[in-house]
């Protein structure tokens, strides 16, 4: 019999680099910066991703969308996201909810946090109040440069 809750945790983080579009929760922030990687470097959805992944003991991120491969230049991070949806489905299961928290110096995230929370129940089919986002600075930790998010999920069974 399978478990009626399982519970995931996702952890990634890019670094910023000039003059491209900043993407953090399946939506563009203004800023000077964006964050770097193959794909187009969302942080957040990569995190929410692994979680999903890591509940059902799936393969990760880097696994099912090796870096290496060019068909992920600049792919949206949804695309990761629907996979690990659909491989959760699969399993059985639903997202009862999910939180997390971003690291990062700039840009402020509070004025974004509900475009944010709105996006990411919308991908993840969730409710609004189903998502949880935070956002802190990095206090003390040399981590000015990149963005960090930490999140976890849980599911229960279908
Ligand atoms: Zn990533």
Same mark, same amino acid.
């Given at each position: 019999?399978?478990?009626?809750?399982?519970?995931?945790?996702?952890?990634?983080?890019?670094?910023?680099?000039?003059?491209?579009?900043?993407?953090?929760?399946?939506?563009?922030?203004?800023?000077?910066?964006?964050?770097?990687?193959?794909?187009?470097?969302?942080?957040?959805?990569?995190?929410?991703?692994?979680?999903?992944?890591?509940?059902?003991?799936?393969?990760?991120?880097?696994?099912?969308?090796?870096?290496?491969?060019?068909?992920?230049?600049?792919?949206?991070?949804?695309?990761?996201?629907?996979?690990?949806?659909?491989?959760?489905?699969?399993?059985?299961?639903?997202?009862?909810?999910?939180?997390?928290?971003?690291?990062?110096? *700039? %840009?402020?995230?509070? @004025?974004?946090?509900? #475009?944010?929370?709105?996006? $990411?129940?919308? =991908?993840?089919?969730?409710?609004?109040?189903?998502?949880?986002?935070?956002?802190? *600075? %990095?206090?003390?930790? @040399?981590?000015?440069? #990149?963005?960090?998010?930490? $999140?976890?999920? =849980?599911?229960?069974?279908?």
């Amino acid at each position: 019999m399978k478990p009626e809750m399982r519970i995931g945790y996702g952890w990634d983080s890019h670094e910023f680099k000039p003059a491209i579009p900043l993407r953090i929760g399946g939506i563009t922030l203004p800023h000077t910066h964006g964050l770097g990687g193959h794909s187009d470097g969302d942080v957040l959805l990569h995190a929410i991703t692994d979680a999903l992944l890591g509940a059902i003991a799936g393969p990760d991120i880097g696994s099912l969308f090796p870096p290496s491969d060019p068909q992920w230049k600049n792919a949206d991070s949804a695309i990761f996201l629907q996979e690990a949806l659909t491989r959760v489905k699969a399993a059985g299961y639903a997202i009862v909810n999910l939180d997390s928290t971003l690291i990062l110096l *700039t %840009p402020k995230i509070g @004025p974004h946090a509900s #475009a944010i929370r709105q996006r $990411v129940a919308e =991908l993840c089919q969730i409710p609004e109040d189903c998502v949880g986002i935070k956002a802190k *600075t %990095p206090e003390g930790v @040399p981590t000015e440069n #990149a963005a960090l998010a930490n $999140v976890v999920v =849980l599911l229960k069974r279908i």
